[in-house]
Nanobody, 123 residues
Framework: QLVESGGGLVLAGGSLRLSCAAS????????LGWFRQGPGKGREFVAS?????????SYGDPANGRFTISRDNTKNTVSLHMNNLRPDDTAIYYC?????????????????WGQGTQVTVSS
């Protein structure tokens, strides 16, 4: 099970840190990723990180140099630090885990999903 936290309401230009905690199994050998789904939009890739020490990362267009993904395998968590947030970042953010050994962007590579956490950015 994956459980996200850290969402909320923030003013444009502000920052948020999303966290995702895994329970019931360890995901230290899985790729971990963040996706988001805005109002009336499909789910889009935000960022991913492969397993292993110094895991490689991949970022989608939404990250645009503003977001940073990290993971702590000892705590079975993955985080997404988001800076300089904009109103178009408003979305439900989902944590996901997959069996790929690389930082895949493909939504089909992810087998486990959290319930999502709402991020709302006001102007």
């Amino acid at each position: 099970q994956l459980v996200e936290s850290g969402g909320g309401l923030v003013l444009a230009g502000g920052s948020l840190r999303l966290s995702c905690a895994a329970s019931g199994r360890r995901f230290n050998k899985n790729v971990l990723g963040w996706f988001r789904q805005g109002p009336g939009k499909g789910r889009e890739f935000v960022a991913s990180i492969s397993w292993g020490i110094g895991g490689t990362t991949s970022y989608g267009d939404p990250a645009n140099g503003r977001f940073t993904i990290s993971r702590d395998n000892t705590k079975n968590t993955v985080s997404l630090h988001m800076n300089n947030l904009r109103p178009d970042d408003t979305a439900i953010y989902y944590c996901a885990a997959g069996r790929a050994t690389w930082a895949t962007r493909n939504i089909g590579d992810y087998d486990f999903w959290g319930q999502g956490t709402q991020v709302t950015v006001s102007s």
